[in-house]
């Protein structure tokens, strides 16, 4: 049986480069962002590249129970995950007293809410498979300081320290547990 890979973020740059690579490795695909027609046109174009359709499924990763809905039709549809890769972000840049709660709220609760949201829904199943992958995207503005990007900045090290604590807290727990990637 094919290994699976969930993708959040799969519509466009990194996320869409992912779902390309992971296909041409033989894996089945799970691709989620909020415009589902543009998710459909890269499903597509994998498809025309000789590899199986991919499950594309519109969902908002800030949304909790939109990605619970999701990743169970996932686990429905391909009966397992293998691997989780947190890619779904934005960016935004300025000066930080220009930054509303509204704003800051889009940036944390997409960058870091939608990582954690789903992690949360697909850690019981790796737990009980006793295997998994996470990939979480940050950046090196989650590594270092960069002026005018403080409420990015704030979300990426957040996703640093989520990723390092997952690591440490799990990796002895279940085999073959967490990798992580920074940008
Ligand atoms: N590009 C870089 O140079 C760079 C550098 C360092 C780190 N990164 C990180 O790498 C990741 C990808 O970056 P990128 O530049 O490839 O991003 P991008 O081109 O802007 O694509 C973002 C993707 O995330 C989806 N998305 C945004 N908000 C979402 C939400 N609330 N729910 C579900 N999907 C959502 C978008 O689709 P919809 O709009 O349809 O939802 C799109 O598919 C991000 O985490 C970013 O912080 C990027």
Redesign the pocket.
Known sequence: MAPTILI?????????ATATLFARQGYELVM????KE??EEVAQEIQKLGYAKPLTMS????DREQVDASIKTALEHYGNIDVLVN?????ASGTVENFSIDDWHQII???LW?YIHTINALLPHFLQRGSGTIVN?????GKMVVPYLTA?STS?FAVTGLTESLETELKPRVFRFVVFTQ?
């Open positions: 959040t973020g799969a519509s466009q740059g990194i996320g869409r989620i962002a909020r415009q543009r998710l969902c908002d990763v800030r890619n779904a972000g934005i960016f609760d997409t960058n939608g995207l940050s950046s090196i503005s990015y990426k940008i």
